[in-house]
Structure formats: C-alpha cells, structure tokens
C-alpha cells in the first residue's frame, strides 16, 4: 500500500482525527526542550533583565528544575491508567494533558518564584505522562492494521515538530512571550479535539454498540456493512475481557509474568540510555553554526523517514539498523571528544567528526530507538492488561530518564565525555542483541493476537 492510497478522499476524516490528536505530541515536543533557550537566562550571572527571578539560580536549583519535569512524568501514567477507562481516551487526552500543559506554560511564562518553576515543570511532566499513556492507546484503537504502525510513528514526528518549534522561537522571544505563544497550542488543542470522538473500542466497553458502529463508520468512510467485521471482533475481544473479569492484583501478577512486558521495558531501558543526553554536549561544542534550530530540523527530516518505512521493513529491522548507527555515532563523538580533550590537532581543527556523528545520531535514533518501542508500546499487549501494561512501562521509561539526567552530569564530570561517549557505544551494542534475541516482530498483529507470546 502506497502513500497516494493511504491519503485518498475516503481515509480524510481518519487522517484528520490522526493529525489533531497528534497536536499533543506537538506541546509534548515543545515543552521536552522549553528550558533548553531558557536556562541560559536564568543561570547567567550578569542576571539579565530577561530574568524573571532577578539572580541566576543555583545549581541546586537548576537540578531540581530538570528533575521536576520527570518526576511530574512518572506520577502521570497511574492516573491515565485509571481515566482512560472511566473517562476515555479522549477526555484523558483533553483534561490530563492538554490542561496540564496550558497551566504549566502560564505558570512558567508568569512565575518569579523558584519554587513556581518546580510547579510548572512538575505539571508539564504530569501531561507528558498521561500523553505517554494516552495517545499511543488512542492512534492504535483507531487504526486500521495496515495504517497502524505509520500512525503510531507520527507520535514522533509530531513531537519532532514541537522541539524544533520551540527551539527556533525561544530564543527569539522574551520568556514569557515564549510561554505564553506555547500554551496556545494545548489551549487550541482542547478546543478543536472536543468536536472529535473516543475510540471504537472504548465506546464498545461501555456498552455502547450503536456509538462504536458510527464512529467505526466515519474513521473509514464506510457502510455499516463494510465495517461489520471489525466491529465483531472488537466486540469479541472486549467480551473475552469481560469474562476473564479478573481483578486489578491478578492483572498486575499476569502483566509481570509476561514477555511483553519484560520487552517493553527492556526497550525503554535502552531508548533512555543510548547516548540521547550525550548530543545537547556535541551541539554546544562544535560550533556556533550548530544552532539548536538546525539540530530541530535535523531530527525532523530524520523522523519523517519512519512512517514510510516502518510496516515495510517490520519493527526488528528498524531497532537492529538503529543500534548499530547510534553505536558508530557515539564512538565518533568519543573519539572527537578525546580528541579535543588531548589537543589532536588533526581533528580537533576540523569539527567534520562530531558534525557527522551527531547527524548520525538524530537519523538513527529517530528511524528505530525513537519512535518504535512506542510503536510497539501501542501494538502488543493484549485489551485485558494492556492500561497497566502501557502505565508501568510510561512509568519505568521515565524513571530511567531520571536516574539517567541526575547520573549523566556526575559520570562526565568524573569520566569525561569521551568515556561516557563510549559507554553509550557499548550500551548500543547491548540493545542491538536485546531486539535481536527479545524483540517479537508485531508488523501485522492483530489487538487480540499478542497472547501467543507469552511463552
């Protein structure tokens, strides 16, 4: 199936529906990297005028601003778990992170207390939390089996999209200009995504039968007909939940009996420590042409590649190939690093090396190790265990990132970048053999399909 199929006149209100949703990744995209043009301001000792506190904050300080954000990212996916069910995908999207993201955004935008600013962040990690949860739900409930692994890529793209957006207008602006103009994005997002529906299979597991045929209908611009049978296992899958009726402790002992489960993780782990927190360094140092717009765009040309490739190649593929470019982009980064450590002056004139190894980076993690563990987040667990599923491994992705942002400063500082470069090599080498001995192909599983693996 080609894009030109794809995009035709009957899929528009689907691709629609994909691509408003898809406005939370955006405010996800933009509040991941909203300090990044801030924190110079606010650490500057000359205390600029532009600083809303007046002094530059104390390292201290600054620790707990990043921190906050991921702490606000792993108290999210709980919640989620719970309201995607009793509220919906939908409402979940609107209330629990769409809202959260707005009052972050003022809070940050207005605020000159310190201690406001550990507020907005903590909220600004709490949407991106429930978005983490939420949205890989949603895209997968809505999509067709041959459009969802495209879809599901878009999350990153779109978010891509949001860093290279802040990126390029933040330092431009004054602070609170800059949050203020960001938080039109949430505020557009609740109001334009209140005109749109929950998911087939939500409306289905409250009973409502008559709503799920007409959303069904609309995504795929189909007669009642047409969608017949896909609206019969849906129902199927949602029946055989109900009569496993197990409680919430039983579905935790199964969850963590599971190889999905351990895979997941196990992938997240990865996607988290594979040299992300290494490239905002090789940016810095370089040079000055390496703006944090171009390293935006770089990302974006890079994620725009996945969603064309992704159900052609299978999911393995992709992790495999991205492994193995990350492994050579970080050893690069080692060797520019030790090279301009120890004054190599046949490499550290020419900044070619960290140039190409950070290009690298970006390509390879945002074709494998970016958007697929979500995208395979979003496919394979089964409807019975598939929120708490979904909640702890949103909760561990960012626990690790937390453990990685307070550690990765600590081991520089010791090691030095170029050691922490070839750690991050190493490490890369690590995932290449997880997903080869791990990973399970999901390219053309059904939702119901996944209990197979549990072996």
Known sequence: MNWQQILKPKNLYFWVTVLISNMSAFTSGTHL???????????????????????????????????????????????????????????TLMRCVAVPY???????????????????????????????????????EISQLSLRGKVLSLINLFQCLGVLFSLFVGPRLSITSYAFLC???????????????????????????????????KLRNATQEEVKDELEMLQVAIENEREENISFKQLCIRLMMTRE???????????????SELEGSVVTEISAELTGCIYGAIQVLASIVAPFIIDRTGRKLLLFISGMGMMISNFGEGVYFFSRKHNIKSVDQKSWLGILSLIL???????GFGPVPWVI????????????????????????????????????????NYY?????????????????????????????QKVGSNK
């Open 377 to 416: 987040v979003g496919e394979i667990f089964q409807p019975t265990i598939k929120k708490i599923a979904i909640m702890v491994t949103v909760t561990f992705c960012w626990s690790v990132n937390l453990l990685v942002s307070y550690f990765f400063p600590i081991i520089t500082h010791i090691l030095g």
């Open 183 to 217: 938080s039109l994005i949430p505020a557009a997002f609740f109001i334009i995504f209140s005109g749109f529906f929950d998911t087939p299979y939500f409306y289905l597991s409250r009973g409502n039968i008559s709503e799920a045929e007409k959303v069904l209908m």
């Open 33 to 91: 990297v909203w300090l990044v043009p801030v924190m110079p301001i606010l650490k500057a000792e000359k205390t600029p005028q532009e600083n809303p506190f007046k002094k530059a904050i104390t390292p201290n300080q600054e620790a707990w601003i990043w921190a906050s954000f991921s702490l606000g990212a792993i108290i999210g996916p709980p919640l989620a778990a719970f309201t995607v069910d009793k509220i919906g995908r939908k409402n």
């Open 361 to 367: 980076f970006q390509v390879a993690f945002n074709i």
């Open 420 to 448: 922490v470069s070839w750690i991050f090599a190493l490490i890369c080498v690590l995932a290449v053999f997880f997903t080869q001995l791990f990973v399970i192909e999901t390219k053309d599983m059904n939702l119901g």
């Open 261 to 275: 489960l351990f895979m997941t993780m196990g992938l997240m782990a990865f996607q988290q420590c594979t040299g």
């Open 102 to 140: 707005f009052v972050s955004f003022l809070i940050l935008g207005f605020s000159e207390l310190v201690f406001l600013y550990y507020i907005g962040r903590l909220l600004g990690g709490f949407a991106l939390g429930n978005f983490f949860v939420t949205l890989p739900m949603y895209l997968g």
